[in-house]
């Protein structure tokens, strides 16, 4: 298992996400932490994870997949009993 933040830049101005809300949402281990930016625990890999997610995003839209690890640091905005709990869930 690897934490991830999924992070991404969506591009077209009144585009709907929802799609691409609901298919992180299925990650059992997700956690949805700023606008565009999500946690996920999961074994698939980086390329896994964009292959099955770049299909809910434009062409221009950006997204970043990187593997993260405790310690980490947040504003508490964030809600730290979340953000502890997901990194607590090892």
């Not at 299925?26 to 606008?35: I, N, R």
């Not at 946690?39 to 809910?56: K, N």
């Not at 995003?57 to 640091?73: H, S």
Request: glycine share 2%.
């Amino acid at each position: 298992m690897a934490d991830y933040m999924i992070t991404c830049d969506l591009k077209r101005p009144g585009q709907e996400y929802n799609h691409l809300i609901r298919a992180l949402a299925l990650y059992p281990d997700s956690l949805h932490v700023l606008e565009t930016t999500w946690l996920v625990r999961t074994t698939a890999t980086p390329d896994h994870i964009l292959a099955d997610l770049e299909q809910y995003v434009d062409r221009e839209d950006q997204m970043l997949i990187a593997t993260i690890q405790t310690p980490a640091a947040w504003s508490d905005s964030l809600g730290v009993d979340r953000v502890l709990h997901f990194f607590s869930q090892a």
